[in-house]
């Protein structure tokens, strides 16, 4: 006899992810006690970048994958090793990314070449051992707006806020060579991706 599906209850100031296509961060603020009618749990998130909470049942939510040791080898496009994120609160920017990433993936080999290379320079800078706490802060922000742009139809990108962040990167980590050398790598591939 197969077991019931687990039901998804997460606690207050929990990072999850909201939605089932476009998926947004956000952070639970309270959840009910018991499951409802239909058998799952109503939770309090407040999404990223909103005023109001919005009541979402467990089902419409799962947790941010690098934020939860529980999900090891499971598929998580960014895992943040050797790093201290707590003291940086890149939390919301990395799960930012991570949700557009997700509906980025799924799309044609240039989408996914995007993702691979959106994901690999968010690691790296956030592991990185020479560029100072609030560059990283900076960098990973500009990443982030691009990484939201991308997920964008073209018709709908801000072409001026994407040229400045794509501008500005390059500059923002020449004190780190190794991420000088992914940007040689990969800029390109962000580049056409964006239609710069």
């Not at 900076?138 to 990484?147: F, G, H, N, P, R």
């Not at 050398?181 to 800029?187: C, K, V």
């Amino acid at each position: 006899m197969a077991k019931p599906p687990k039901k998804n209850r997460f606690g207050p100031g929990r990072r999850v992810l909201v939605g089932t296509i476009a998926m947004r961060p956000g952070t639970v603020q309270a959840v009910d006690d018991a499951p409802s009618i239909m058998g799952e749990f109503v939770h309090n998130v407040l999404v990223d970048g909103e005023l109001q909470a919005r009541r979402v049942v467990g089902c419409d939510m799962q947790p941010i994958p690098e934020l939860d040791d529980d999900l090891r080898g499971a598929n998580r496009p960014i895992y943040i090793q050797n790093s201290n994120v707590a003291n940086l609160n890149l939390g919301s920017q990395v799960g930012t990314i991570h949700a557009a990433l997700q509906s980025i993936s799924g799309g044609s080999e240039a989408e996914r070449e995007f993702a691979r290379a959106i994901e690999q320079l968010t690691q790296a800078v956030v592991s990185n051992a020479t560029l100072p706490d609030s560059d990283k802060q900076e960098v990973v922000q500009a990443l982030s707006t691009i990484v939201e742009q991308g997920a964008k139809k073209p018709e709908q990108r801000s072409k001026g806020v994407l040229k400045a962040a794509v501008a500005w990167l390059p500059t923002a980590i020449t004190t780190a060579a190794d991420l000088t050398t992914l940007w040689e790598q990969y800029g390109p591939i962000i580049k056409v991706h964006l239609g710069l």
